[in-house]
């Protein structure tokens, strides 16, 4: 039996799961992230063999030193950049994760975040809510349509060859894409058009998705120079991470009108959003949802617990990471 201290309460089977198969757990019941203060203290004083961590918690040298005991964290999440996995993997710490829970979830919010700016949903929403509609007007809130147009996929892993299987059998879109390796398959199934540099991508979009992991080659991807060389009715959406996306450059094309609109689910200071991005019109703005799904939270739920109960039973778990 090992005991696993999780830092907070997540839905799905997956605590069921690991008492089950029993073990102890401790779980944080407060319904936010621990400081880390608050984090370390629990770590230092409960002799955890285990973690079960979420995407929040930065697990870095002070916590791995606040828990020798700890040799495994699951981490509740498909990204681990809240985690310092050299450190972990010099002290033989395994790190897993949740690859592919989610695809389909993220997948299907990123197609609808773009859809809502060309079809100026929330506009409209708001529209309404402030009183103003007073009946049908051919002049009103005109978005455009995307058949036809060209999609950029900036990532083509499983989240973005998941947005290009959507797009290709249900929209009839080009798709083209930009990734470190090139994605036969990707080509193959969905007609996709492979760009090795990523500047081409960016100028001939009409709407770019993100979908790349968060590291030092990847923060403020998209800066101001290439949102210079975006179209003017381009449309850009992040469902990856939120420093992929230099903020207050974005904030700025936007207020200049450089690109038609921005659809984020991530942020760079999470939660904290940059000034003047919230005012924008044509900005649509969720809090992190993409995955929010019953089906994806249950399944990242089973695939976090399995990675430790196969751990503590003496195999590899699935989802190794590093």
């Not at 690991?18 to 936010?32: F, Q, S």
């Not at 002049?139 to 999609?151: A, D, R």
Request: net charge negative; aromatic share 6%.
């Amino acid at each position: 039996m090992a005991k696993i201290f999780v830092t907070r309460h997540v839905p799905g089977p997956g605590l069921q799961m690991l008492k089950d198969a029993g073990h102890e757990l401790k779980i944080n019941e407060e319904d936010r992230p621990l400081t880390e203060e608050e984090f370390n203290a629990e770590l230092s004083s409960g002799e955890y063999d285990g973690v079960l961590s979420l995407l929040t918690d930065k697990i870095d040298v002070k916590v791995f030193d606040s828990a020798p005991s700890v040799k495994v964290f699951s981490n509740y999440a498909v990204g681990f950049n809240n985690i310092d996995i050299g450190e972990a993997k010099k002290r033989g710490i395994v790190i897993s994760n949740t690859p592919g829970t989610s695809t389909n979830a993220v997948a299907e919010f990123t197609i609808a975040l773009a859809m809502n700016i060309a079809k100026r949903v929330d506009e409209g929403d708001q529209f309404i809510r402030d009183g103003k509609y007073k009946g049908w007007n051919p002049n009103l809130l005109i978005g455009e349509e995307i058949l036809n147009k060209t999609w950029g996929l900036i990532g083509a892993g499983r989240i973005g060859g998941r947005v290009a299987e959507i797009l290709h059998k249900g929209f009839g879109m080009k798709i083209i894409y930009h990734d470190i390796k090139r994605n036969e398959d990707l080509e193959k199934d969905f007609g996709a058009e492979f760009k090795e540099n990523i500047e081409d991508l960016i100028r001939e979009s009409d709407i770019i998705s993100l979908h790349v992991l968060l590291d030092e080659t990847t923060k403020h991807l998209i800066n101001k120079e290439r949102i210079e060389m975006m179209k003017k009715t381009a449309v850009l959406v992040n469902t990856s991470r939120g420093p992929v996306v230099d903020e207050v450059a974005i904030v700025s094309a936007l207020q200049n009108k450089k690109i038609r609109g921005f659809a984020t689910d991530v942020y760079e200071l999470e939660p904290s959003l940059a000034e003047g991005l919230k005012e924008l019109p044509n900005v649509v703005l969720t809090p992190h949802i993409a995955s929010a799904t019953e089906e994806a939270r249950n399944a990242m739920s089973v695939q976090a617990a399995e990675n430790l109960i196969e751990f503590f039973a003496g195999r590899e778990p699935k989802y190794i990471v590093g």
